[in-house]
C-alpha cells in the first residue's frame, strides 16, 4: 500500500513538474506563422539540365564547409527559384532604420526596393524612425506590398542608434511581426537595389558576405578582439566576415538572434566595453557559432565606393550609397 503511494506522489511530481517547465519556457514564446517545409514545381516548367560534371561557377566558393549554399549570379535559375516561393504566398518582413539624417535615404531605398527586392511576393515594410513625418507618403507600394512606421527615440550618439537596433527588432518580432510574416529581412537604410533580389535569398538564417573582406584571411577580419567584449573572436577562429547591412531568415531564427546580441551588448554595456563595429561585431560572433543555412554573395551587399572592377562579381544587386559619413552623423 505505501509502495503503490509513494509512486503515486512520484507520478504526481512529474506530472505537475513537467507543466510547470512547459508553462515557464513558453511564456515568451511567440506562435510564430510557418512556412512550408518543402516547395512543389510545376511538371511543365522548363529548365536548363543540370550537369553534374559541369558547375555553373569554378571561379568562387558556392557551398561552405558546412554545406550551406552561397549565392553568387549564375548558381540558381530564377524561373524555378520563382515558381517553388510565389506559389507559397509567403510575406516577407523588412525592417529598415531610418533615424535622424538618415531619413533621406528612405525613399531611394523605397523605390529601388519595389523595383527589384522580393518582386512577386507580398512584402510588409517596417520602417523605424524618429521623424514619422518624414516618411515618404508618395512612394507606389505594388499590390501586397505595405509599409508600417515604428516610433523610435533618437539617440545623442550614432553608435547607440546602431547599438539598439537588435532591442528594436527582437521586440517588433515578439510584439507584432511574428502574426504578419514568414522570413524577415534586416537592412540599413542608405543602400540601393540595382539588380534582382528575390526568394533565392530566403533561408533559415542568411547573412552576407562583407564586400571588403572576402579576399583576407580570418586573421586580417576586423572582428572584436579584446577579450573584455562578449564579440571576442580569437585570431584563429573565424569562416567568413559578415555584414550587418543586410542580414535575415525565418522569424524564430532571427529573434533568437536579436535577443542573443541584444543580451551580450546589454553585458559590454554593463562592463563600459563597446564593440570595434558595434551591432556587426556581435553579429559575426553569433554566426562563428550558429553557422548560417545560406549566404549571400558580396554581390547582395556591395560598397558604391569599391571599384566594381572585380571580375567574379557579375552582377551588384545591392549597394551602399556613397554619402558623407560626417554630415549624416550628427554626433561623429
Known sequence: MH???AYFLLF??????????????????????????HVVLNDRLQSKQVKLMEPVRTDVLTVTPWLAPIVWEGTFDPQVIDTAFISQHLTIATTVFAVGK????????????????MVGLDVHYYVFTDLPGDVPDNVTLGVGRLLSIVKVQKFDRWQEISLRRMEHIQTAIKDQIHREAHYIFCMDVDMRFHGRV???ALGRLVAA??????TYTRNQYPYERR????????LDQGDFYYQ???????????????????????????KGVEAVWQEESHLNWYLLRNKPT??????????????????????????SVIKDKEEVRDNL
Not at 244 to 264: P, S, V, W, Y
Open 12 to 37: 504526481l511530481v512529474v506530472v505537475v513538474g513537467t507543466t510547470i517547465c512547459w508553462l515557464v519556457f513558453s511564456y515568451d514564446a511567440v506562435s510564430l506563422k510557418q512556412v512550408p517545409p
Open 227 to 234: 577579450t573584455v567584449s562578449k564579440a571576442y573572436i580569437p
Open 3 to 5: 509502495i503503490r503511494y
Open 102 to 117: 538618415y531619413i533621406r535615404f528612405l525613399r531611394d531605398f523605397l523605390e529601388s526596393a519595389e523595383k527589384h527586392f
Open 244 to 270: 550587418a547591412n543586410i542580414f535575415g531568415g525565418m522569424l524564430e531564427d532571427i529573434q533568437r538572434l536579436t535577443k542573443t546580441c541584444r543580451e551580450h551588448l546589454e553585458v559590454d554595456k554593463s
Open 209 to 214: 558576405i562583407h564586400p571588403w573582406f572576402y
Open 198 to 200: 528575390g526568394p533565392e
Open 294 to 319: 545560406k549566404l549571400l554573395s558580396p554581390e547582395y551587399v556591395w560598397d558604391d565606393a569599391k571599384e566594381q572592377a572585380a571580375k567574379e562579381i557579375k552582377l551588384v544587386r545591392f549597394s
